[in-house]
C-alpha cells in the first residue's frame, strides 16, 4: 500500500492532491489483483526535474552527455524503496485518453514487480554476483543475463494489465536486430585495435537486444502466444535475422530460469543463458570466452 506521495516542484505541487490520490488507487487496484506486491511499496516520488529528484535522493549525478531515463526509477534507501516518476509524465497520462492511462497502469504495475523481486532476491541472497563475482569474465556477463531474468519476469507476471494497442515490443526488438550487425561491424573497423573499448561497446548493444528479447519473451509466456501467431512476417524476419538460431533456446531458458526454485537449478539456468548470450556475439562476428585468467578474451572474426 502507498504511504506517502511527495510531489516537488511547482507544476506538480499544484496538482498534488489529485496526483496522490489518483497514485494511491491505482496501486491498490493493481495489488488486489496481483496481492503479492501488496507493501513492496510506500513512497512515490513525482518530481518537475527528474533527474534532480534522484540526486536529492542520492543517486550520482549522471555523467555528461549520457541519456538519463525519464519516466520512472526505483531507488532502494535504507528506509525503504522509493519510486521517482517523473512530473509531466505522471500529469499527460492521469488527464489524457483511456490508452495513455492504460500504459501509465502498465508500466507502474511493471515497477512494483520489479520492487517484489528485487526484494526477494535480497532475502534469497541472490542479490550481487555471488560465486560469479571471482570472475572478471563472469562478472561482466552476469548482469547481463540477471536483467535478461528480471526483464522476462516482469513482463511475463504483467501481462493481464497490457494496454490493448500494445506491441509487446517486437517492433523494437526487430529494429534492434536489423541495426546490430552493421553497427557491430561499424565498431569492428573503427575500434579493432582498442579491443577494451570494443568490448564494452558491444557488450551494451548485445545487452539492449538480450533484454529487449526477453522482454518479448515473457510477453508471449505469459500470453501462451508465439509471435508467429501474432505476425508471421514478425516471426519470419526474426528467423532469418542472425538472431533467429538463438530465438527459441532463449525462450527455453529464460522459461526454465523463471521456473527454477533451488540454487543449483538456478544457476544451470543462468549458466545456459550465458552460453546463449555468448553465441550471439559470436553470430555478430565477435568471438567471445573466458581467457585463461579468468578474463574477457574478444577476438574479431567471421559471423557465424
Aim: hydrophobic content about 50%; proline content about 4%; some cysteine.
Amino acid at each position: 500500500m502507498i504511504k506517502r506521495v511527495a510531489c516537488r516542484g511547482e507544476k506538480i505541487e499544484a496538482v498534488g492532491p489529485t496526483i496522490e490520490i489518483v497514485l494511491k488507487e491505482l496501486a491498490r487496484r493493481i495489488c488486489e489483483r496481483d496481492s503479492v506486491l501488496d507493501g513492496v511499496l510506500e513512497q512515490i516520488v513525482v518530481a518537475d526535474d527528474f533527474p534532480a529528484a534522484l540526486v536529492s535522493l542520492g543517486e550520482p549525478p549522471a555523467p555528461a552527455g549520457s541519456i538519463v531515463p525519464t519516466v520512472a526509477r526505483t531507488l532502494y534507501l535504507e528506509s525503504g524503496p522509493v519510486l521517482v516518476l517523473e512530473g509531466a509524465q505522471v500529469v499527460a497520462a492521469l488527464g489524457s485518453e483511456v490508452d495513455a492511462m492504460a500504459r501509465f497502469v502498465h508500466m507502474l504495475h511493471g515497477e512494483l514487480w520489479r520492487v517484489r523481486l528485487h526484494l526477494d532476491a535480497i532475502a534469497a541472497g541472490q542479490e550481487g554476483l555471488g560465486a560469479w563475482g571471482d570472475s572478471v569474465f563472469d562478472s561482466q556477463l552476469r548482469p547481463v543475463v540477471e536483467a535478461m531474468r528480471g526483464e522476462y519476469a516482469v513482463s511475463r507476471r504483467t501481462v493481464w494489465s497490457l494496454p490493448n494497442d500494445a506491441d509487446l515490443m517486437l517492433k523494437h526488438l526487430l529494429d534492434v536486430v536489423d541495426a546490430l550487425p552493421a553497427a557491430t561491424a561499424e565498431d569492428v573497423a573503427t575500434g579493432a585495435a582498442d579491443l577494451d573499448g570494443l568490448f564494452v561497446r558491444s557488450l551494451g548493444r548485445v545487452g539492449h537486444l538480450t533484454q529487449t528479447a526477453a522482454h518479448v519473451q515473457g510477453y508471449l509466456a505469459g500470453l501462451e502466444r508465439s509471435v508467429d501467431a501474432i505476425s508471421p512476417e514478425m516471426a519470419a524476419a526474426i528467423e532469418a535475422s542472425f538472431f533467429g538460431p538463438h530465438w527459441v533456446a532463449l525462450g527455453r531458458q529464460l522459461d526454465a530460469l523463471f521456473h527454477a526454485g533451488e540454487a543449483a537449478a538456478i544457476e544451470a539456468a543462468r549458466s545456459e543463458v550465458q552460453h546463449t548470450l555468448q553465441a550471439v556475439f559470436g553470430s555478430l562476428g565477435l568471438q567471445l570466452r573466458r581467457a585463461e585468467d579468468g578474463g574477457v578474451w574478444l577476438a574479431p572474426g567471421v559471423a557465424g
